[in-house]
């Protein structure tokens, strides 16, 4: 699996949240259908599921090694 540097996920994290926040906004509009509001939440939940996993895909690049030098402790 290739790594993931932060230059390739600021991009990604900075689309999830431009999408979360668009629906949050639909919500608080309270000018959508109760139908459509769950659809926004499923979607919403979807989004910060894929931002968490961006995030963890991140961070065990990080603990894999990315600093060079430093060795695990056990």
């Known amino acids: 699996m290739p790594s993931v540097s932060t230059d390739d996920i600021v991009p990604e994290l900075d689309e999830l949240v431009h999408r979360l926040e668009r629906a949050a906004e639909q919500l608080r509009s309270g000018e959508v259908s109760t139908d ?9 939940a979807a989004l910060a599921s894929q931002a968490s996993e961006a995030l963890e895909r991140a961070a065990r ?6 600093h060079p030098g430093q060795d695990a402790l056990l």
């Open 36 to 44: 459509a509001a769950a659809t926004l939440v499923e979607d919403a």
């Open 61 to 66: 690049d990080d603990e894999a090694g990315r």
